[in-house]
């Protein structure tokens, strides 16, 4: 009999107490009993009453108005177009017949009487046709809408007349600019987020949202001209995010064709469950589910059938039932082969890359870029302190609506300190009388040893980076040549592993800089203007007052929360006076 939509099926089901029998045959009653009342008032087939209102998702109200201009379309064209065929009056002095195509043309008396008598006719004839218009004026203008060629949909011409007072306002009204294809559309035709007065068109923003769907997290699904909402300022607001997403999907339901619009629900379904906090990915297979469970650490994978732990979101081991977390990992250390082989590159891969917004983790080095872009759910974020990549006009500071994608990264993030040297890198944590690995680990020297055939023994990084070739992004060991007292890494990764430590202690870099880079962090922060001017005061006088500024004004507060830092070998069993649990922080 017909297509139901997924909306109706719920609301039949709903209705009915979720018995699936009554629902279907109430549900093909209502269509029945909708498609013959149609048929019987526009007198159209009953075939065509059920193809248009499977058109319309079941929504009788727009299949009449669908239907409605579909039957009145050819007489209005028959009426605008009498004029193109002319009026024959004869000239009360010559008798020459006189032809009118344009009715607003007015020469001499007699012409001014056919033009008259004509625009009467025309104007009787369209209030007999087409109801609701209102009175004669309104008649009168959609005339001369139509005449003046303001547009040639007649539909459109009738609504600004109902809408408008004068030509000018319909005019107006018929011709407002897209603000993305820039060409001129009917008010009616232009549509709104809800969010701003952006006008555009159906078009552009129908193809806004078909991008969106295919590429973007939900966070990104905003107004194509100014990107409002701003969604990653709000997304912990529940409630926003909640009718946000409600009105954004009543919005797409009239937009989108029904295949793209179930697209949607499935990525809104996705997004609401992977910021539930029983959801978890596999690290075997990379496959999401929710541990119904939460107090159990040993969870399944329904797709792969392999164990994981709940809590640290390791591969699962034997080793590792009834230890908590900590202890399974200090076991790691003192019995795993392969483990102390990898030394810290094992450690920095258990604290790889999560992302903030669906929870997945990546094993990998930050590497030299710390822009990161979440294969799950297109989330871009700073893989150094989790806070999001936002365009110029997204992130609300006026002087960045010219910049391109960037990220308001803290003072303390990799991407600020990662141009410090190890000395200094070093330093901060020395002075915090925080323990740190300078040595590789006994397995590492002994299988570099092994593998040098009696030559001087050269330990490689074995960190792992992801890499990008032309378009294609692949994962790779760094393999490079490491230093004396860099703990088996290479350079720039062990100024990762020193970074990683401090913000795992939560420390702040802000005592340990000079004058010069504590005004930078003033500048990132646009706060030039009130930072104390230097006067009669010494360096070191000023750089004190600047210091106590940054760290009033600009407080430390980190989007990627401070965990505990696995240090391993024998450094992490000296350091548990300063080492700190998750849970503690």
């Not at 129908?206 to 966070?219: A, G, K, S, T």
């Not at 006994?442 to 055939?453: K, L, R």
């Amino acid at each position: 009999v017909c297509s139901i939509t997924r909306d109706e099926a719920i609301l039949c089901l709903k209705a009915c107490e979720m018995d699936p029998v009554r629902a279907h045959l109430n549900v093909v009653k209502e269509r029945q009993k909708n498609a013959a009342a149609i048929s019987a008032e526009l007198s159209v087939p009953i075939e065509v009453a059920h193809r248009e209102l499977s058109a319309a998702d079941g929504d009788a109200e727009r299949t009449r108005r669908g239907l409605a201009q579909q039957l009145l379309a050819p007489t209005l064209d028959r009426l605008w177009n009498l004029c193109d065929q002319g009026c024959s009056v004869a000239s009360s002095e010559t008798g020459e017949v006189i032809m009118y195509p344009d009715l607003l043309t007015r020469k001499t008396p007699d012409e001014d009487l056919a033009v008259g008598k004509y625009t009467q006719r025309r104007i009787r004839a369209i209030m007999a046709e087409i109801p609701g218009l209102g009175n004669v004026s309104k008649a009168e203008l959609a005339i001369r809408i139509h005449d003046d060629e303001v547009t040639d949909a007649v539909v459109d011409v009738v609504e600004a007349a109902r809408q408008m007072g004068c030509l000018a306002d319909a005019t107006r009204y018929l011709k407002v600019e897209c603000q993305i294809c820039y060409t001129d559309h009917p008010h009616s035709r232009i549509l709104s987020t809800g969010h701003c007065q952006c006008h555009v068109c159906a078009g552009c923003l129908r193809q806004h949202y078909q991008v969106c769907i295919r590429e973007y997290n939900l966070i990104r699904f905003n107004c194509p001209v100014c990107s409002l909402p701003n969604v990653l300022q709000m997304v912990d607001d529940k409630e926003f995010l909640q009718n946000y997403l409600g009105n954004l999907d009543i919005f797409l339901r009239n937009l989108l064709p029904g295949e793209e619009h179930n697209l949607f629900h499935q990525k809104l379904a996705d997004f609401t469950l992977r910021r539930s906090a029983d959801f978890m990915w596999c690290p075997h297979c990379s496959n999401g589910f929710v541990n119904e469970i939460p107090d159990r650490y040993c969870v399944v994978c329904p797709a792969c059938h392999k164990a994981s732990c709940f809590r640290c979101k390791a591969k699962w081991e034997e080793q590792h039932e009834g230890k908590t977390c900590e202890q399974f990992q200090r076991w790691k250390r003192e019995n795993d082969e392969d483990y102390q082989a990898r030394g810290l590159a094992a450690h920095m891969a258990q604290h790889g890359i999560t992302c903030p917004q669906c929870k997945y983790r990546y094993e990998l080095s930050r590497g030299a870029c710390i822009h990161f872009t979440c294969s799950q759910c297109k989330h871009e974020f700073c893989s150094g302190c989790d806070n999001p990549f936002m365009r110029g006009e997204e992130c609300g500071r006026p002087n960045h609506r010219t910049m391109g994608f960037h990220c308001h990264c803290p003072r303390d993030c990799y991407s600020r300190l990662r141009d410090s040297t190890v000395a200094e890198l070093q330093n901060i944590l020395a002075k915090s009388e925080v323990e740190f690995r300078t040595q590789p680990t006994d397995v590492q020297v002994q299988q570099a040893q092994e593998a040098s055939d009696g030559e001087d023994p050269q330990i490689k990084c074995s960190i792992s980076e992801q890499k990008q070739d032309g378009g294609r992004m692949f994962d790779e060991l760094c393999d490079k040549e490491t230093a004396e007292g860099h703990a088996g890494l290479c350079e720039k990764h062990y100024r990762e592993y020193l970074v990683q430590v401090i913000n795992s202690r939560a420390l702040d870099p802000a005592p340990f800089m000079t004058a010069d880079q504590l005004f930078v962090v003033v500048r990132q922060n646009e706060l030039e203007d009130d930072a104390p001017e230097r006067g009669d005061l010494t360096e070191a006088q000023h750089r004190d007052v600047l210091l106590e500024f940054v760290q009033e004004r600009i407080r430390l507060t980190r989007a990627k929360s401070a965990v505990g830092f696995d240090l391993g070998g024998d450094a992490a069993h000296d350091s548990d006076d300063h080492g700190t649990s998750s849970d503690e922080n």
